[in-house]
């Protein structure tokens, strides 16, 4: 069982920046796929961007060249650094994670608001 925490959400104006953080509570290793997904209400999870084991990431079109994924398999964490942020960005953020055993597991959610 991994428990995954986020962190770093908040309220940024328009072109502002924000660091996502998802900690897990267990080695990610074995971690075959972990990725953000955001929601909004009424509306289904969509996939951010995910990185994969080797290091292999994928992007959401509307935010390629402004949001990068990165992981830290020494500290168990992942990272979504966004950049340029729009209005449009807003929405909550999940983290996910996938094993190579096929469990997969989600994060509580963070807040992220941009607006002026």
């Known amino acids: 069982q991994v428990q995954l925490v986020e962190s770093g959400g908040g309220l940024v104006q328009p072109g502002g920046s924000l660091r996502l953080s998802c900690a897990a509570s267990a080695s990610i290793f074995s971690i075959l796929r972990m990725g953000w997904y955001c929601q909004n209400p009424g509306k289904p999870r969509e996939l951010v961007a995910q990185?994969?084991?080797?290091?292999?990431?994928n992007y959401a079109d509307s935010v390629k060249g402004r949001f990068t994924i990165s992981r830290d398999n020494a500290k168990n964490t992942m990272y979504l650094q966004m950049n340029s942020l729009k209005p449009e960005d807003t929405a909550v953020y999940y983290c996910?994670?996938?094993?190579?055993?096929?469990?997969?597991?989600w994060g509580q959610g963070t807040q992220v608001t941009v607006s002026s």
């Open positions: 996910y994670a996938l094993e190579i055993r096929g469990n997969d597991y």
């Open positions: 990185i994969f084991s080797t290091g292999s990431t």
